[in-house]
């Protein structure tokens, strides 16, 4: 089964956001660090779950630009330079709906590494 296609892709700049809207309202957020380091690329998910590479300090980054490929995908310009990798309706909606998973599961590899989401690996602890 196919996944659904946006009827409007929405980049809130302010709360770094990427938003979906689909057929009957259905509207999905998701952040554009949660793209970056999900990101389809090779560069970041490798061949294969052993040899992809953690992304770190991704917390701050944003989108320069969107644009779509074909009929079956988004290209994301990231302001940090990353810009290879398609999302594909099926990748997005993939992200939409395992999104706590995925989300848990990138923390506890960050933990694992002695890694941050902070820029530059600095972690702002707050009192």
Do not use: C
Not at 21 to 39: G, I
Not at 109 to 114: P, W
Request: net charge negative.
């Amino acid at each position: 089964m196919t996944a659904p296609i946006p009827i409007k892709v929405h980049y809130h700049k302010h709360e770094r956001e990427l938003e979906l809207t689909y057929a009957e309202d259905e509207s999905y957020r998701l952040s554009v660090e949660y793209l970056r380091v999900f990101s389809p690329s090779a560069e970041v998910r490798g061949h294969g779950r052993d040899t992809a590479t953690l992304q770190v300090g991704k917390k701050d980054v944003g989108l320069k630009d969107i644009s779509r490929a074909g009929r079956y995908a988004l290209k994301l310009h990231f302001d940090d330079g990353h810009d290879s990798g398609l999302f594909s309706w099926d990748y997005l909606h993939d992200l939409i709906r395992d999104r706590e998973a995925n989300w848990a599961d990138y923390l506890k590899r960050l933990e694992q590494a002695g890694a941050s989401r902070e820029p530059l690996g600095i972690e702002i602890k707050q009192l």
